[in-house]
């Protein structure tokens, strides 16, 4: 069974803080792909990434970047220098291949960069 | 590219109408498309998984009889809640992939049954 845990809940930063929040999958097939999405208040998923778990190279996209460890089934996303604009909730998601199957999602955490 | 839109946005309907929210790909061709439900502050619920010209595979849990999935076209899939209820109400929100994993999301739908 496949299983994706955000544990943090909720995070509050301080604009310019970096932050970091923390998803940890589980899954028994050895193919598999991993996505963040972000829901700002008007609610519609942004898809920011997806990596393939047999990438585990680290990803930079401007003030993001992404973490990915098979070995502590983990794929962790870090805003550096917040802004009040990435304000929102990030999922952590997670498909087996062939990649038609549906999104298995963490519950979220819910991020607030405070000015 | 990958743009998906949801029509309408937002819906208030009575107790016992049924209500038809349409999901379409305006920049590519989805051969899967997804359904999904969202409560205040919860994460996504699938609901059912569509693919064009088939039947939908819906969840355990979701009455296949109440929410109606039609997908038409590689472009356009269609949920219709029939005799909705206030336990309806909630954000719905579509997806559609093409060839690849990822799954692009519409803007979501706000239902309020009264």
């Known amino acids: 069974a496949q299983k994706v845990t955000q544990a943090q809940t909720e995070i509050s930063v301080v604009e310019k803080e970096d932050v970091t929040l923390d998803c940890v999958y589980e899954?028994?097939?050895?193919?598999?792909?991993l996505f963040w999405y972000k829901q700002p208040p008007s609610g519609e998923l942004v898809f920011l990434i997806r990596?393939?778990?047999?990438?585990?190279q680290n990803e930079i996209s401007g003030r993001y970047s992404w973490n990915f460890q098979k070995s502590t089934s983990s794929f962790n996303f870090t805003i550096t220098a917040s802004q009040v604009v990435d304000s929102a909730v990030y999922f952590c998601?997670?498909?087996?291949?062939?990649?038609?199957?549906?999104?298995?999602f963490g519950k979220g955490t819910r991020l607030s960069v405070i000015a | 590219g990958a743009v998906v839109s949801q029509h309408p946005s937002r819906v208030i309907c009575k107790s016992g109408t049924s209500v038809k929210i349409e999901c379409r790909s305006l920049?590519?061709?989805?051969?899967?498309m997804f359904w999904y439900r969202q409560f205040p502050k919860q994460s996504l619920m699938l609901m059912a998984t569509?693919?064009?010209?088939?039947?939908?595979?819906?969840e355990q849990g979701v009455e296949k009889d109440k929410f109606l999935i039609n997908h038409a076209s590689l472009t356009l899939s269609t949920l219709t809640v029939t005799s909705a209820h206030p336990e309806d109400s909630s954000f719905y929100i579509c997806?559609?992939?093409?060839?690849?994993?990822?799954?692009?999301f519409g803007p979501g739908t706000r239902l309020t049954v009264t």
């Open positions: 920049d590519f061709q989805a051969t899967t």
């Open positions: 990596r393939n778990s047999f990438d585990e």
């Open positions: 997806s559609a992939r093409q060839d690849r994993p990822e799954q692009y």
């Open positions: 998601a997670l498909s087996e291949a062939p990649g038609n199957t549906p999104l298995v």
């Open positions: 899954t028994r097939d050895t193919t598999y792909y």
């Open positions: 569509s693919n064009e010209g088939s039947k939908a595979t819906y």
